[in-house]
């Protein structure tokens, strides 16, 4: 069976399946008492990654070598892709995609493996046995179900038929990997979680193990999902972002519960509360992660994500039935010790405040859910009912705000109880400041386009429906006034936390100057501040959202020399060009033989100052002349975006139908993500001294954050040269040329791989700290 | 020992080094197709070599690592706990400084920590004292051959243990009844930090305050 390459692929699967059964073996006597096994549980945790990084080899190799005896190959790649594309086909279709989420699970086991080498010698043989179970049940999957390493059944075909164009976007190499590490992440709280429920030390010790691998879970969840908000934003062409997809749903499940386990944990750690709760949120994270990818592959519920129609459904409700079980079972076992011992003292207290929002957050992941498989479940009672983006949008805001209301008000409470005087104090600074938010928007607002108050339509019949309409059109003000609020609170804990080290300073007689204050008091609470971080960076993502409040969308027909109005811009129609073979083309266009492209020419002005050109265009690759992809054009500033769709151009006439929308403040929801991202590394950030844990280790911590810095700054970077691989700068007519800089044709899918490889070299790094780093000394 | 160490740091900077190496040399000659080639045989001599390890680990053949031994010893659950402690200590005396807790509240929750991070680090203490022990007898047996001297310690390491073992290394701590809600402290006389009065160190500067209380009494 070894003679071809997809055999070797196909035993190798196998012996993945092995290894990890092998593993789980070794591992469970370790757990039962014979300690020294542990060592050679650990060598074949290695060897089992080893193996899924070898069948991802093989599997390029495939790519590469154009092996089209290979179904998958056959099917998501031709000749004509370049490298770069023939690799990001590895992770574009199902059974692929498969064998990519093995790898970076496989990733996070070395990762943990090597991060775990001396400390929680109990919890370790469980933690590893639990992960091998995952890592067999997708050696499983692509064994029985979607094996990567599959022939074709007609032979090996002379040309393969493509990776799907709306794939072939520089959005799309990078949201699937990073929304995979936020997926795949959770699997090692998860094995922590049930390795602690086994041997039953249920105390503080595997929550603090768990801490900084769920927030990185946590981060990468973050990335891909506004990562892939961009995606449809810039690929869809439909004019928004977010459409409530089915897919789209489900990877934003496990952010929300992710998200209420890093507060609540929080408790856990300073008092023996909510014990419970948070295996339970442990568990349902990992649950949903799972049945997020189910809903994806085994299309059950229509969607643009959908793969292919097959068997592996049944494969993970099975799968998800042994996660139930489990979880469940192994919770009810040992329910007499994870009962609570403390209680919630006060409501004005912190903990209580945290436990509103875990109930919000949970609350609104509830809502999603349900929504989203109500078409599933009305089936039962033989309906057929559909859930549409504005039932989504009319309730998720309240919801939304509720929790970003929440998120404003909890750090102004103290742990236990809060007194009057003290709420007072805290409360007036940002209460102020939302005062004057509410002043300064029902004055300015008018003029600057962004209204207070914005009129909806009444969405549903009766009193709710009036209720939510009356809700829905205070939204915009209301959430602009909580970003007010929000801003100051953290703001003044800034300030109130520097003020403190200054005092103390000042004390001791050690002068420190503001900026040097603020730079150790987040050194020394690290955890504090990048949370507070975050929490700008949501509320720079809450403006973005707003901004819908006030989209202008519309829809025109023109003729060259036609002028259009829309919001501030009015745009010129120039003409429509057919790349290649148009002399206005530029170089790069005249030399693509991938595909034809009309591109449709609108000249910009905005109150009379000329801002350049847009070039909505249709792309009609060779490999699926039937389905011509539209491909946005878009003009962004901090304000707002122009986001321009061309819809049908006449060739004689060039009379062309066009899709305009005027998109207010996207830009800070991407820019919300920078923020969080910056404030998750902080928070991250490896907790050593020099003195203590010697330059070597330094250095390897450094290493670690900053190619994790490295990758954000990046990411910042190439934002605006995303559309350099699939489509040529925009370069406008030949006239022109000088009044817009071309796009530099960076080799960004390249950097892309290198940057997630190297975000998570870096952090295998940075986690694997050695032992003396951690003994350390009672001050810190 | 320290020659079959230098050997696996060798080996496990310089393989992935050649690896490298031989990847972007074949790259640059031959092509992308024998770049993935290349990083495929690397792994494939990888995974044998960890299966085999693994396997001699299963059999009992391999040597006991140095860290396998130690972190037999260690009691990391206590470990942790400590620091959780220790964090959370540091955490109100935050919340103090920016006046979210009251100082009643303070004193009450500072006593309760402190008197659970003085039982772990007693307990750890107590677990490590034979170790302790051991490696103190093992480094006086080898200072002494270092020194050329014949050494007349190892013959009975017992009565040395006590003078090698200084009141600033190991604090042996009573579990003593944490004070309640008393706001006045004992002052370092180095820096004049007020520490709680159960304490024997400064928290500021580290310098003993047993003598100082001793001195003034």
């Known amino acids: 069976m070894w003679q071809s390459l997809p055999e070797l692929g196909t035993g190798i699967v196998y012996a993945i399946l092995l290894a990890a059964a092998y593993t789980f073996a070794v591992a469970l006597a370790a757990g039962r008492g014979r300690p020294r096994l542990l060592q050679a549980a650990r060598y074949g945790a290695y060897s089992t990654s080893g193996l899924v990084l070898f069948a991802v080899l093989l599997l390029s190799y495939a790519f590469v070598s154009h092996d089209f005896r290979i179904r998958y190959v056959a099917h998501y790649s031709d000749r004509r892709m370049s490298t770069a594309y023939l690799l990001t086909a590895l992770w574009g279709g199902q059974d692929g995609s498969l064998l990519w989420w093995s790898l970076l699970l496989s990733g996070y086991v070395a990762a943990c493996v090597a991060w775990l080498k001396g400390r929680y010698r109990e919890l370790q043989p469980y933690v590893i046995a639990t992960l091998m179970v995952i890592v067999a049940f997708f050696a499983v999957i692509m064994l029985f179900a979607a094996n990567p390493f599959e022939t074709s059944i007609a032979g090996a075909r002379p040309d393969g038929e493509g990776l799907n164009p709306l794939l072939q976007n520089y959005w799309m190499i990078i949201h699937p990997p990073s929304l995979y590490m936020g997926f795949v992440g959770c699997s090692v709280p998860f094995a922590f979680c049930v390795a602690a429920l086994v041997t039953r030390r249920l105390d503080n010790e595997w929550v603090i193990a768990v801490r900084k691998w769920m927030l990185f879970a946590f981060l990468f969840l973050s990335i891909g999902n506004v990562l892939g908000m961009r995606w449809a934003y810039e690929e869809l062409g439909w004019g928004g972002y977010w459409a409530w997809d089915p897919v789209e749903n489900a990877a934003c499940l496990p952010w929300f519960t992710a998200a209420a386990y890093v507060h609540s944990t929080m408790i856990q750690e300073r008092r023996p509360m909510l014990r419970v709760w948070n295996v339970f949120l442990i568990c349902l994270t990992f649950f949903l992660t799972i049945f997020g990818t189910f809903l994806t592959r085994a299309g059950i519920i229509t969607s643009v994500h959908s793969f292919a129609q097959s068997s592996i459904g049944t494969y993970f409700v099975y799968f998800m039935g042994l996660i139930l079980g489990t979880s469940l079972g192994l919770m009810v076992w040992r329910l007499p010790e994870l009962k609570s011992k403390g209680q919630i003292e006060a409501v004005a207290s912190r903990e209580a405040m945290f436990v509103a929002n875990n109930w919000a957050l949970l609350g609104g992941m509830t809502f999603i859910l349900v929504s989203t498989m109500y078409p599933k479940i009305s089936e039962l009672w033989g309906e057929s009912a559909t859930v549409g983006p504005p039932h989504f949008n009319r309730w998720m805001g309240p919801i939304g705000l509720v929790i970003f209301a929440l998120m404003g008000m909890a750090p102004l409470f103290g742990w236990r109880k809060t007194s009057g005087q003290s709420i007072k104090k805290a409360f007036r600074a940002p209460l102020i400041a939302a005062g004057v938010t509410v002043a300064l928007h029902l004055a300015l607002g008018k003029y600057l386009g962004y209204p207070f108050l914005v009129a909806r339509d009444a969405f549903y019949p009766g009193v709710v429906g009036v209720i939510l309409q009356k809700v829905g059109s205070t939204l915009p003000g209301i959430t602009i006034a909580l970003c007010g609020f929000n801003v100051a609170v953290i703001v003044q804990e800034f300030v109130r936390g520097v003020n403190a080290r200054r005092a103390a300073a000042d004390k001791r007689r050690e002068p420190e100057s503001g900026l040097l204050s603020l730079f150790r008091l987040v050194e020394k609470n690290r955890r504090r501040y990048g949370g507070y971080i975050v929490h700008l960076g949501i509320v720079s993502m809450f403006v973005g959202f707003t901004g819908t409040a006030w989209n202008i969308d519309r829809e025109t027909a023109m003729v060259p020399g036609d002028h259009y109005r829309i919001g501030e811009y009015d745009l010129t129609y120039e003409g429509s060009r057919r790349c290649p073979g148009n002399p206005k083309c530029s170089p790069e266009e005249q030399a693509d033989i991938e595909k034809m492209m009309i591109f449709a020419d609108l000249k910009v002005t905005r109150a009379g100052k000329e801002m350049g050109y847009v070039h909505p265009a249709k792309f009609i690759y060779q490999s699926s002349p039937d389905g011509p992809t539209t491909e946005v054009a878009m003009l962004t500033t901090l304000h707002e975006d122009l986001y321009t769709v061309v819809g049908q151009i006449d060739p004689q006439s060039k009379r062309a139908t066009f899709q305009l929308h005027v998109n207010p403040l996207v830009s800070w929801i991407w820019m919300g993500l920078l923020i969080l991202m910056s404030g998750c590394i902080v928070s991250l950030f490896p907790e050593l001294s020099l003195a203590e844990a010697g330059a070597w280790s330094y250095l390897r911590a450094s290493a670690g954050v900053a190619a994790g810095t490295g990758f954000a700054v990046w990411m910042a970077m190439t934002a605006s040269t995303a559309y350099s691989h699939t489509r040529p700068p925009k370069a406008p007519p030949s006239a022109h040329l000088a009044s817009l800089p071309p796009t530099p044709q960076l080799p960004v899918s390249g950097l892309g791989t290198a940057g997630v490889v190297g975000l998570g070299l870096g952090s295998v790094v940075a986690f694997g700290r050695r032992r003396k780093d951690d003994a350390k000394s009672p001050r810190d | ?217």
């Open chain 2, 1 to 217: 020992m320290n020659k079959r160490f230098l050997r696996m740091s060798v080996v496990r900077w310089a393989a992935p080094l050649l690896t490298l190496i031989a990847a972007i040399t074949s790259g640059a000659l031959f092509g992308v197709q024998l770049v993935v080639l290349t990083l495929a045989a690397a792994a494939l001599l990888l995974i044998i070599f960890l299966l085999w390890s693994s396997v001699q680990a299963l059999a009992g053949e391999s040597e006991l690592t140095f860290e396998e031994a130690f972190s037999f010893g260690a009691r990391s659950a206590e470990e942790e706990q400590k620091r959780a402690v220790l964090r959370a200590l540091k955490d109100l005396e935050y919340e103090r400084s920016v006046g979210k807790i009251s100082e009643e509240d303070y004193h009450e929750y500072a006593a309760r920590y402190r008197a659970e991070a003085k039982r772990l680090i007693q307990n750890l203490n107590e677990h490590l004292a034979e170790q302790r022990q051991q490696v103190e007898r093992e480094l006086e047996r080898r200072l002494a051959k270092a020194s050329g001297t014949p050494a007349p310690v190892s013959a009975e390491p017992e009565s040395t243990l006590g003078s090698a073992r200084g009141p600033e290394e190991t604090p042996e701590i009573e579990p003593k009844e944490p004070e309640k809600s008393q706001p006045s402290g004992l002052a370092c006389r180095q820096c004049q930090v007020q520490n709680e009065l159960d304490a024997r160190f400064c928290k500021a500067c580290g310098k003993s305050l047993l003598e100082a209380e001793e001195s003034a009494s």
